[in-house]
């Protein structure tokens, strides 16, 4: 069955360094696979969109790679800042169906 | 800004009750979409709809049925409340396949 995998433990990093966080999935091949934050007790929010012919897409401090050999996805966050703590979460589409499927997230802790 | 926006962001019912969880976008998105979020499974599909008066089945639609009679609107029934339903709901909307999600602030919804 089609499965998403993301560090369920959380990463804690030092502000000012670079975050990176990682999708793997199994048993799929997605057209495009997406980011999300999430902050306790709210919905997520979407951030960014990499599609299967693209190695790598970045906004402001956020870059994110997409392997479809490896089925990886690495996200990073540059010049983290505490105000980056949060839950990201990654989910997986493709085209001819609208579901997305979502990775449990990995929570991420930037100490000031 | 989209705007997706829950009727509740707490509700508390009782056990056999009919619960009628609410919403609204304002973007004049095609798509929309009801995920429940409970810890360690991630977000999980119940039901999603592409068109007025259209639906369909996610993972787990047992226990739930869904109401679009007009596009800004997505309404989501728990037919005879039960426990194994207290949970985070989320609504979300698209403008199309292969774009970001966008959610609601999600209801924390507790059956007793």
């Known amino acids: 069955s089609q499965k998403i995998e993301q560090n369920s433990e959380a990463l804690n990093i030092q502000e000012g360094k670079t975050a990176t966080l990682t999708c793997n999935y199994t048993n799929y091949s997605p057209a495009y696979l997406q980011w999300y934050r999430q902050d306790p007790g709210r919905g997520p929010v979407f951030l960014l969109l990499?599609?299967?012919?693209?190695k790598e897409k970045r906004k402001e401090r956020l870059k994110v790679t997409f392997d479809t050999t490896l089925k990886q996805s690495l996200f990073h966050i540059t010049a983290s800042q505490p105000a980056d703590s949060a839950t990201y979460l990654c989910a997986l589409g493709n085209s001819g169906t609208y579901k997305y499927i979502f990775g449990t997230g990995t929570r991420l802790k930037v100490l000031a | 800004d989209v705007k997706v926006t829950q009727s509740s962001r707490y509700l508390v019912k009782r056990t056999g009750e009919k619960v009628f969880l609410e919403c609204v976008q304002d973007?004049?998105?095609?798509?929309m979409f009801w995920y429940r979020q409970d810890p360690g499974l991630g977000l999980r599909l119940i039901y999603f709809s592409y068109d007025v008066k259209m639906k369909e089945k996610g993972d787990i639609p047992e226990g739930y049925s869904v109401s679009r009679e007009k596009k800004e609107r997505f309404s989501l029934i728990l037919e005879s409340a039960s426990t194994n339903q207290t949970s985070m709901y989320l609504c979300?909307?698209?403008?199309?396949?292969?774009?970001?999600?966008?959610f609601g602030q999600g209801t924390r919804l507790t059956v007793v």
């Open positions: 990499i599609r299967e012919n693209e």
């Open positions: 979300a909307s698209t403008p199309g396949q292969g774009r970001g999600a966008f």
């Open positions: 973007m004049d998105h095609e798509n």
